[in-house]
């Protein structure tokens, strides 16, 4: 029989006890009374396994059982709108993004969904976007990347892992609120071939997702690390500044991940993950295990502030995908 520490313990209690606390009534009376699928929409092995599967470690203990299911294709499209056709009845959800729910449905003529089609549930994570040089530019922060650019018209270019991903947008926002520079944009299939050119010096300029691997690759000399994007500096990386510290206060953009349900899910059911999710993310090892990915756990979302969050992500990025002709709208 396993032992738990008199904290583990108590940590235990209080959590069966909140989740006994929420009120249950008609259909959601027995919920969850079989298994709970979490659809992640890309190929296992990525990002969403690293997000996703120790929530759903937690959730078999904390809440039922529950498990993954891989639905990829067309960039997280064809998952997310699977999830979207199902039964709002909190046995099919998904692990969800800023791409999928805001950007694609804003950018595609017929992605088989729309923003609305959802509702939020919880923010897991959020996750910086990074500007990442290589050390033959002479630029220590982005105020001197945007002096070498302007002295320097076309020489650079930047990449990315595609067209209409947050950071092609990101890339864009950066162009214009710098006095449209002149660099050019770089798409590749991945990240990881775009930060492979970089420390070749095929490209001198990449807008990649913070990671473990780009510190290391810092740390080594082979890249540097200029600034984040989110509007605060991350625990896992408090040496990097943010856009905003650098003179760029209209730049950010936070990568995050979350949960969501499709529309007309019940209240009580929403309630019940939320504050299921809220006592895992409360775990010190999972905050932990997160933060050395270069990721910032949520221990305080809920439905309103996650579905707050979409909100002003569709805000932001909707006049940047306009201008640069991207829009389905």
């Given at each position: 029989m396993p032992s738990f520490s008199r904290r583990q313990f108590v940590h235990a209690l209080s959590g069966a006890a909140a989740l006994a606390a929420i009120p249950r009534s008609g259909q959601t009376a027995d919920y969850p009374s079989r298994p709970i699928r979490l659809v992640i929409p890309y190929g296992a092995g990525g990002a969403g396994d690293q997000i996703g599967r120790p929530w759903v470690e937690k959730m078999s203990s904390l809440l039922g059982s529950t498990f993954v299911e891989h639905i990829g294709g067309a960039g997280g499209a064809i998952g997310t709108a699977v999830v979207a056709r199902e039964e709002p009845n909190g046995y099919s959800l998904l692990l969800g993004n800023g791409s999928t729910q805001v950007i694609i449905p804003l950018t595609s003529p017929n992605p088989g969904y729309s923003i609305g089609d959802f509702r939020a549930i919880y923010r897991l994570i959020n996750s910086a976007l990074v500007f990442a040089i290589h050390p033959s530019v002479p630029a220590a922060n982005l105020r001197e990347l945007i002096a070498y650019a302007k002295a320097n018209p076309g020489?650079?270019?930047?990449?990315?892992?595609?067209?209409?991903?947050?950071n092609h947008l990101v890339g864009e926002s950066f162009k214009q609120q710098a006095g449209a520079l002149d660099i050019v944009h770089v798409p590749y299939r991945g990240i990881a071939q775009a930060s492979n050119d970089l420390v070749s010096?095929?490209?001198l300029l990449v807008i990649a997702v913070m990671s473990a691997q780009l510190q290391q690759l810092s740390r080594a000399g082979k890249i540097r690390l200029l600034a984040v994007t989110t509007e605060r500096r991350l625990s896992g990386a408090p040496d990097i500044p943010t856009a905003v510290e650098s003179g760029m206060p209209d730049l950010k953009y936070e990568g995050w991940f979350g949960l969501f349900a499709p529309r007309h899910t019940d209240d009580a059911i929403i309630d019940r993950i939320a504050q299921a999710t809220r006592l895992a993310m409360a775990d010190e090892a999972l905050?932990?295990?997160y933060r050395s990915q270069g990721m910032e756990p949520d221990s305080d979302s809920s439905p309103d502030k996650f579905q707050r969050i979409v909100e002003t992500t569709?805000?932001?990025l909707a006049p940047v995908i306009r201008s640069i002709g991207l829009s389905n709208l």
């Open positions: 020489k650079l270019s930047y990449g990315t892992p595609g067209i209409a991903t947050g010096g095929q490209i905050q932990a295990s569709s805000a932001s």
